[in-house]
């Protein structure tokens, strides 16, 4: 009896190690079998063949292609005459890379190599469970192919744009490397962090799709007329979501203005009530869906930003209430970034509009075009109500990547929504 | 026949007119002279003007060691007969002689222009004008900076002395400019001109705020702000050059409106200059003020929306124009 208790315990100790050993050699052997099919892609500047832009890539099994994020391989996409595209392997081989297919609203990119290797990736669609293990692969700042353990922590809630949130570093440079769980398949591509062990992931259904598009259409012929009719369906997508929404509204001051109307957009706020010193008390509400599509190095889009500010100076004369008043609306700007390639200049008209409730506002309305994707626009609103001498409601909004008949929607909705008495 | 001596300086202004009526006049630095100079290259008997017979004044050197010279500067060898109202030098010493029959121009009428610019000068009306000029500022003060902090306030109303020195110190300067060309120095006169003019800008400026804010922010109103300033600057620039300077009506007016455009243009071309690099900004008119201001009809939603509508048309054209790098 004691010796078989003797031989059971020896037994469940050397389970124990044998399970440990083998969890320990699952990551290592998944490292050793999967490096050859992992990527580092670069952008190389044509004139001087120095280096622009890093990350990873990894081979598909099938189609026998190369992924990465297109945020990698933007600059070739955009200006092929100026970059080309080249990958180093783990064998220190480097070889051409030729972009096929695109999607900026999920930050994938097809590539086409001749590289083979000899255990590609598979995609993994079901999600694993949350606090899953999973493994992010790829080459953080040059310093060769890492692996990175962590944990599936579900969906990014707050994002129109699905984003698998992951609990692990990614770091700059491995933008592009696959996301793997403990079989080795694929069920992200590594694509943003915010610091601290939060790492942003493409799920894998995205990469489906964008490879089944691919699977029915070959290779794009117009990677820019794709990325614009990917613009312009997101945007569609998005903005429809947020027009039929039922706007829950919430009192703010002398009015009443939207809240968080959907899922994807937060709100948060400040005041400086409890600061006597100030002459203008000033209540502000700021709703956002920060979430942004990376369309070149210096050029963003895809935002929405909703802002409002309820002023009150009792113990200030009208025209003193005023002189600030109009300070708080001087500064507007756009809250993608842009350059002046990529946008035409604010066209702006300023009035003083009375609505049909009889109330009055200063309003401004400003439009800019996106130069190389027609019909669509960033656009910038702002209204200061009028009909208080010692209180102001100024409503805010901006529009990043829209077309005209959704900014016309949005500014309707958006009317008939705030108000004040 | 009489004579008449003008001594000139060297601008050939005149400094003294001396009146003779004996037939021989000594001239020099000593004490017995009849015209006592005081140039320290005048000689103690340098020269002698003498009535001859034909009844012209003739001017004789006396041996001089830095010589006479009569118009066109050619140095007296001989004695030499004098038209009236020609120069002459008396080493560098410049003198001017006239006979007594010499015509002089006609009596100047009373200056209608000038005498009302120096109506200016009353020491009522600058204190009027100034107690004007602070109250404006101090209701600026009070417009910016509500909080009821001392320090700010006290810092700002310290200022106040400064900023009318500040204003003084251009009429001073056209004060000392108009004195040292040996004319009436009219420096209140230039002052009260110059408030007055600071005090209309200020009200061209409070009526263009309000009218920016009715016309929301119209290109016309700023053209016709910087208009209104350029057109003040300039006759400001004339009253003062009236006042100032002894150059004809033609002359002051064009140096006036040169330098008037001058200084306005200066500030349309640095805004031209520095416009294209702020391009991304949205440029929009932000004024705001109490409802009651807005002298205009307010536009409906509908017609906004169409405006906006415009905006969208705008930018498409503005996206077929070659960027400019």
Redesign the interface.
């Known amino acids: 009896m004691r010796l078989q208790t003797f031989y059971c315990a020896l037994l469940s100790v050397l389970l124990l190690l044998y399970s440990a050993q083998g969890r320990a050699d699952s990551a290592e052997q998944l490292f050793a079998r999967f490096e050859p099919a992992l990527l580092q892609v670069r952008v190389l500047e044509r004139a001087s063949g120095a280096k622009a832009a890093i990350g990873t890539g990894f081979v598909l099994e099938n189609p026998a292609l190369v992924v990465t994020n297109y945020h990698v391989v933007s600059e070739a996409v955009l200006a092929p005459e100026k970059y080309q595209l080249e990958y180093l392997n783990s064998g220190q081989q480097k070889g051409a890379l030729q972009v096929l297919a695109v999607d900026v609203i999920n930050d994938l990119a097809l590539i086409s190599t001749e590289y083979r290797a000899p255990h590609p990736f598979q995609i993994q669609l079901t999600k694993p469970v949350q606090g899953a293990t999973i493994y992010s692969l790829g080459n953080p700042h040059d310093l060769g192919m890492i692996l990175v353990p962590g944990t599936y922590n579900g969906m990014q809630k707050y994002s129109f744009y699905p984003r698998i949130h992951f609990t692990g570093s990614v770091n700059s440079g491995m933008s592009g490397g696959p996301a793997v769980d403990v079989n080795g398949q694929v069920v992200g591509v590594n694509v943003a962090s915010a610091g601290n062990q939060l790492g942003f992931l493409v799920p894998a259904d995205a990469l489906q799709q964008l490879l089944l598009r691919y699977q029915q259409e070959g290779q794009s012929k117009d990677l820019r007329a794709d990325i614009e009719r990917q613009l312009l369906a997101s945007q569609q997508a998005m903005y429809s979501e947020m027009l039929k929404a039922d706007w829950k509204l919430k009192d703010f001051g002398i009015g009443k203005v939207p809240d968080e109307v959907v899922d994807f957009v937060r709100c948060w706020g400040e005041s400086n009530v409890d600061k006597d010193?100030?002459?203008i008390k000033k209540v502000t509400a700021f709703c956002s869906q920060s979430e942004e599509i990376f369309l070149s190095q210096h050029f963003t889009s895809g935002r929405v930003e909703m802002q409002f500010e309820w002023l009150e100076?009792k113990?200030?004369?009208?025209?003193?209430f005023?002189?600030?008043?109009?300070q708080n609306?001087?500064r507007?700007?756009?809250d993608n970034q842009?350059?002046?390639?990529d946008?035409?200049?604010?066209?702006?008209?300023?009035?003083?509009?009375?609505?049909?409730t009889g109330q009055?506002a200063?309003?401004?309305?400003?439009?800019?075009?996106?130069?190389a994707y027609?019909g669509l626009?960033d656009v910038?609103y702002?209204a200061?109500s009028?009909?208080h001498?010692q209180q102001?409601l100024i409503s805010h909004y901006t529009l990043s990547g829209v077309s005209?008949d959704t900014?016309?929607a949005f500014?309707?909705k958006f009317?008939g929504a705030v108000s004040w008495q | 026949m009489a004579v008449i001596i003008e001594v000139l300086n060297k601008q050939h202004k005149v400094i003294e007119r001396h009146r003779f009526t004996q037939p021989r006049i000594a001239l020099g630095r000593a004490y017995n002279n009849d015209l006592i100079l005081y140039d320290k290259h005048v000689s103690p008997h340098h020269a002698e003007l003498v009535l001859g017979g034909d009844g012209r004044w003739q001017l004789v050197d006396l041996a001089s060691l830095n010589g006479s010279f009569v118009e066109p500067l050619q140095p007296l060898t001989q004695a030499t007969g004098l038209q009236s109202g020609q120069l002459c030098w008396l080493g560098e010493q410049a003198l001017r002689i006239y006979d007594e029959h010499h015509p002089v121009p006609a009596a100047l009428p009373y200056n209608n222009i000038e005498q009302r610019l120096r109506r200016f000068g009353h020491p009522a009306l600058i204190v009027l004008l100034v107690l004007f000029l602070l109250a404006e500022e101090l209701f600026s003060l009070w417009l910016a900076a509500p909080e009821q902090n001392q320090n700010r306030w006290s810092r700002n109303l310290l200022n106040l002395p400064l900023l009318m020195l500040g204003l003084s110190l251009w009429p001073a300067l056209l004060a000392i400019w108009a004195k040292i060309n040996q004319h009436e120095a009219r420096f209140l006169p230039q002052l009260g001109l110059t408030f007055a003019a600071v005090a209309l800008m200020e009200c061209w400026q409070a009526l263009m705020t309000v009218l920016n804010f009715s016309l929301n922010g119209a290109a016309a109103v700023v053209w016709l702000g910087d208009i209104g300033q350029t057109a003040l600057v300039i006759l400001l620039l004339t009253a003062n050059f009236y006042l100032a300077l002894q150059i004809s009506v033609l002359k002051k007016v064009a140096l006036a409106s040169g330098l008037g455009l001058l200084l306005s243009l200066q500030g349309v071309a640095v805004s031209l200059l520095f416009e294209n690099q702020n391009n991304l900004q949205p440029q929009f008119d932000n004024s705001l003020m109490p409802l009651t201001f807005y002298l205009n009809k307010p536009v409906s939603s509908e017609e906004f929306s169409k405006d906006s509508d415009e905006l969208f048309r705008q930018a498409d054209e503005a996206r077929e124009e070659p960027l400019q790098r």
């Open positions: 010193k100030d002459a100076g113990d200030l004369h009208p025209l003193q005023f002189s600030l008043y109009e609306i001087a507007a700007n756009a842009a350059l002046k390639e946008v035409t200049a604010f066209e702006c008209q300023h009035q003083v509009v009375q609505q049909p009055h200063k309003m401004i309305y400003c439009v800019r075009a996106y130069r027609a626009y910038l702002l200061a009028l009909d001498q102001g005209q900014a016309r500014s309707q009317s």
